[in-house]
């Protein structure tokens, strides 16, 4: 049984930076055929996909976070991060890692949108920005 612990999140200033970290136990094959990826779930609204990193090592990024969001994974370490820049209030949510060796086909979009759907998921870690 694969488990996913998230860690990192916490409460910053607009315009702080957070890096969430994400570490893999009880997969008996290297995180290097996982995809894995982070979705969010602000109160209120529905689970978004934020960040995607498959297993051919392509990235992928909501438009709301390009260029601000950096997706990494070691797979040495087992463990998946998510380096978040420039956040602003609209960021904050509770952040989940997610993991599935199969990520399908489709656009970006359609990806991260999957992301919820992960075969594994973690708990959560919480990220609050104050404006």
């Known amino acids: 049984q694969v488990q996913l612990v998230e860690s990192g999140g916490g409460s910053v200033q607009a315009g702080g930076s957070l890096r969430l970290s994400c570490a893999a136990f009880?997969?008996?094959?290297?995180?290097?055929?996982?995809?894995m990826g982070w979705f969010r779930q602000a109160p209120g609204k529905e689970r978004e996909g934020v960040a995607l990193?498959?297993?051919?090592?392509?990235?992928r990024y909501a438009d709301s976070v390009k260029g601000r969001f950096t997706i990494s994974k070691d797979n040495a370490k087992k463990i998946l991060y998510l380096q978040m820049n420039s956040l602003g209030p609209e960021d904050t949510a509770m952040y989940y890692c997610?993991?599935?060796?199969?990520?399908?086909?489709?656009?970006?979009?359609?990806?991260?949108?999957?992301?919820?759907?992960?075969?594994?998921r973690g708990q959560g870690t919480q990220v609050t920005v104050s404006a």
């Open positions: 997610a993991a599935d060796p199969v990520v399908g086909g489709g656009t970006d979009e359609e990806k991260l949108r999957r992301l919820v759907d992960s075969r594994y």
């Open positions: 009880g997969y008996s094959y290297s995180t290097y055929y996982l995809n």
């Open positions: 990193f498959e297993s051919d090592g392509v990235k």
